[in-house]
């Protein structure tokens, strides 16, 4: 086996970029561009799919899934110095393995393997330790920054809980097999990679950028919009609930959020890198319609679109919490076109340069002529679900919101939404557990938990794995013990063998000792 650094110091690759390639949707796109402009590094099963500069493995189960097509397919593999076993740390090291699993063996022999430390195990010393929190594409990443590489790019690396179809077979094996809720978790993970590598990365396909405007109480929530997002759309969605980010909180008390997250969507074009499209929503919210139609509406000079709601829904008649006009809880921003800085908005807030009011409710941070406020209202029904005509329902009365009370005329629509997206695996039930017991939801959503797929297994256990690799092991050490003794026999023997051979082989004690030698040779082979 080689270690990390030193094959990095020993291997040159061609002067191009490097292209990661996973096992989502997208890497059915592959025939779309020309791979031969990037170094190829694979995870997981891709390499069993095509030639690569360079596959990467975590679990050894893979290895062995892969089978031959590693050898042919690839150049170099590399691999944990502790590998896992069923997404799992292994207790045993790489080497173990490497004598129990033939592939890893003809790698070793020709040189083609090669080891780095994992954070997830155990580091041996004198190896740099390669960060990986939740997928092999983290660990991708930091390993070709380790290399030097500038310029990544991916493909397959989408988010979402799907395969591409070249990969079929396995959804029912290795997808999202450790239990996590979606491949979404990872985005956050790399683009903390890339802001701390330097990296120049993208992906290949440019997904549907969501931001999300949720706090802790609404993670339910938020996974019933981001279940209602995919399934009316087959593009590339990427949804990000802005749970985590903390904005400056203004001096004056009347110019504070209303929201834990109502000053999260002035971040998003910084969090999108000022460049492209995003959409913002609010996390009380189930989409109907294809996401596609908002993606692609045009800006015609604008920088954000929106909707426009001049009369309140009959739930809100009489409240003060209406405002009329436009309605900034559903937006398409044009981020390369949007210099905001939330340090910058708050202190002018405080600096008494505009309202609170005229910063939420009337977005006064973009010029009124670069805002459109004509979006279909359809794509924000406040408190509306009319079937055919609405895509997007806002459930904006907050007491009566349908996962917090049964007193309200869309509860029926957002259960149906919600039941379909526990039974299809989108709504984690350790999240419905806790918001129960918090509070955040009403008991009876419990009740859909029963629908709620079993995370998937394989047929051995990580135990039983490596029990295997174990055996082998022994079974090995043993005939090389075996076949020690019996080299030391033999040679022993030699005398005996040639004295009987000059008797005469028809000689009774000739033809013993033939059969003493034959027996020890055997155990030779």
Known sequence: MIELTEWIGSTRFADRPWLVLGKGPTFSDRDQFDLSAYNLLSLNHVVSEMKVDVAHVIDVDVVEACGRALLENCDWLLMPRVPHVQQQVSLRPLEDFVDAIPVLRELDRAGRLVWYNAETGPAYPGSPVIEVKWFSSEAALNLLATMGVQMVRSLGIDGGQTYSSAFGQLNNTTRLANGLPSFDLQFNEIERIVRLRGLDYQPLVEPIRVFVGADESQLVATRVLEHSIRKHTDALVRVSPMLDLQPPMPKKRENRPRTAFSFSR??????????????????????????RELWEAPFNGHHVLCTTQSEPPERWKGSTWFHPGPQMSVMVLDCGALDWDIERIVAD????????????????????????????????????YE????????????????????????????????????????????EVETSARKGHIRPELLDALATAPVPARTDRSSAAIE????????KELHGRQLRGRARGALARFSPLVRAARARGPASPAGAAVERAAHLLRRVLR
């Open 387 to 430: 079937p055919g005509q609405t895509r997007l329902t806002h459930y904006t009365v907050v007491p009566t919101q349908p996962w917090k009370s049964t007193d309200t005329p869309l509860g029926d629509v957002w259960l149906a939404g919600y039941r379909e997206a526990v039974a299809a695996g989108a709504v984690p039930p350790s």
């Open 349 to 384: 807030l405080d600096a008494g340069r505009y309202s609170y009011a005229d910063l939420l409710f009337r977005l006064c941070i973009v010029p009124p002529e670069r805002l459109d406020p004509t979006l279909p209202v359809t794509w924000n029904h406040l408190e509306t």
């Open 467 to 474: 029990l295997e690799a174990a055996r082998k092991r022994i």
């Open 266 to 291: 002035f971040m998003i074009p910084q969090l999108a890198g000022y460049r492209g499209r995003a959409i913002y929503l609010d996390a009380d919210m189930q989409v109907f319609g294809d996401i």
